[in-house]
Structures are given as structure tokens and as C-alpha cells.
């Protein structure tokens, strides 16, 4: 489950772009409450098979 790291919302996001990086499934995503734009990060560890996520904010919310 994806949360707002701006707002703490949880639920449906704005997906504004998706990629690749090494393992990572990255999704850039905007929040509905707030406007925040943040990248989010998924994936499994290749070293331990651990599943491992967490967000990055890009742009302050306006």
C-alpha cells in the first residue's frame, strides 16, 4: 500500500510515469488530497529475496 509521504493518504494515486531501475519498480505518482508528487519504489533484494518499498518526495506540494 502506498502512502503520501506529504499527507499520510492512503489509497488511489495519480500515476504520472512508471520505469525500471536495477531491481526497482519505480512509480511516479501524485497525490489527490494534497498535490504532492513523489516517486515510489518497489522491489526484491537480489542479495536476501527481501521485498523491500519506500517513497522519495520530488516536488513540495503547493
Known sequence: MI????????????????????????KMVRCPRCGGVFNYYYGISPKNRQILEFTIKIKPKR
Do not use: M, N, Q
Open 3 to 26: 502512502k503520501c509521504p506529504y499527507c499520510g493518504y492512503e489509497g488511489e494515486f495519480t500515476l504520472l510515469k512508471t520505469w525500471k531501475y536495477r531491481w526497482w519498480d519505480v
